[in-house]
Nanobody, 126 residues
Framework: VQLVESGGGLVQTGGSLRLSCAAS????????IGWFRQAPGKEREGISC????????YYADSVKGRFTISSDNAKNTVYLQMNGLKAEDTGVYYC????????????????????WGQGTQVTVSS
């Protein structure tokens, strides 16, 4: 199983980034992909997740209306489109493989996920 994040970078407040999570080594449709982030001095925060078989998704309140998660099953890739970025969105973003996608799962920061990637840094300058 491998999850590889990409697309992070430095952006100004109000800008946009699109993160990608390329998955391999498992049956993509059978799992959920979740995104969580980790900022220095802050707790891990689950921000979004998606069922790859039907596209059902959830968002944390902190990103709702600004971030959009999508899944391309032909490419085994999940995207996180981030618009209206704020300084508090700064952190390392990880994607993780999980079995369920729900608000409860996000509260735990996907701490029950069995695999996650190496992370990609997002820095929003004010």
């Amino acid at each position: 199983v491998q999850l590889v994040e990409s697309g992070g970078g430095l952006v100004q407040t109000g800008g946009s980034l699109r993160l990608s999570c390329a998955a391999s080594g498992f049956s993509f449709d059978d799992y959920v992909i979740g995104w969580f982030r980790q900022a220095p001095g802050k707790e891990r925060e689950g921000i979004s997740c998606i069922y790859n078989n039907n596209g059902e998704s959830y968002y944390a309140d902190s990103v709702k209306g600004r971030f959009t998660i999508s899944s391309d099953n032909a490419k085994n890739t999940v995207y996180l489109q981030m618009n209206g970025l704020k300084a508090e969105d700064t952190g390392v973003y990880y994607c993780a493989r999980d079995w369920a996608c729900s608000p409860a799962r996000m509260v735990g920061g996907f701490d029950r996920a069995d695999y996650w990637g190496q992370g990609t840094q997002v820095t929003v300058s004010s």
